[in-house]
């Protein structure tokens, strides 16, 4: 065969003139060739001594027929490449072997076509079985790959779960007593010293926000959630009637086109709109934020897009930004960096695709897919 691996055959034929035959006409092509006398044997060795690319069965044996043969190896996991060979004129012999998943079948005339037909069939159905042999491995490879994942993501959101449940109580502890130093001997300290408990107050604070982010962020699960048919338009003007305030204070514009109805998690995408709405207002400096979402129709998805014309940011940083507690603009805007992170766990869990496309100055557009059959979440 062309990829170099011989193709070992396992011959089961009861006739040693037709066996030595095949022997002599074959020898050329390079194939390892077992022998079986009878079915049985035949059985035998594909246990025993496989594995074996190919079995040629002769119908005529006795004993087992070919046909009984056939039915013991199509019992087999993974079903192994069979041959029928047929006498000549055996047609229903023929189709009921393919009925019963033979790969092919030959009939052994004897006027010389047979020995010329035999390689080609031999290799074609090697060929398929070597494919379908590789395409089962590689959904093993997958199906084993898959399940790795859902297990490490399983533990990585208990973990999470239970590091910012188990942080929230000594966290607790410091900001009551820092509270109470500051009530009971705030006046004895002096003016360093209120600043510095100060400090401390405002960190347990920032603490308590990246806890109950980090909580929320674990609690946006994988399994179990409940999908339905969502009008993504009424969802957004929900979220927008949400960030009023925020809105208005930034005298903000935010505009949206005809959005079609998905099917999603209500809660998921709720929050989904709401993280990339509100940062396209936040992450705006000197103009008036204006907004812009849209929705366009793919082969098998929806495709939104949540444009701003905001700050923009530099395309190296477009695939960090997704990453949890990533933030570029630490220093001037306020923020967790946990909002990305939702929304791309959130995209993901729907089996859709989050990105940015930007450029720092020129603000940002937010795309993220919502694919049409997202039956259930598992
Ligand atoms: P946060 O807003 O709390 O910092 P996010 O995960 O929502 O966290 O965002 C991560 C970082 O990505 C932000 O700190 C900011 O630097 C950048 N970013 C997010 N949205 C935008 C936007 N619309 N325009 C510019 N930068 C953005």
Known sequence: MENGTPIRILYMEDDPGLVRLFEKRMAKKGYLISIAPNGREGLRMFSEEGPFDMLLVDYQMPELNGLQVLEELMTIDPRPAVIMLTGAGNEEIAVESMKKGAYDY??????GRYFRLLPIVIEESVKRYRMEAEKRRMQQELKKYA?????????LQQFAYVVSHDL????????????YIEETYGEDLDEQGNEFLGYIIEGTQRMERLIEG???YSRVKFKGIKLKDIDSGALVDNVVKDLKATIDKRSAKVTYEALPTIRG????LNRLFQNLIDNAIKYCRDRKPQVHIRAEKQENAWQFSVQDNGIGIDPR????????????HSKEFTGDG??????KKIVENHRGEIWVKSRYGEGATF????PDRVKHIS
């Open 317 to 328: 940083y477009g695939e960090k930004i997704f990453a949890i507690f990533q933030r570029l």
């Open 338 to 343: 946990l909002g990305l992170a939702i929304c």
């Open 214 to 216: 980090l909580l929320e």
């Open 106 to 111: 030959i009939q052994k005339d004897i006027d």
């Open 367 to 370: 795309y993220f897919t919502i």
């Open 168 to 179: 929230k109580e000594p966290l607790h502890t410091i900001q009551g007593f820092a509270k």
């Open 147 to 155: 399940q790795e994942l859902e297990r490490s993501n399983k533990e």
């Open 265 to 268: 998690n209500e809660r998921q």
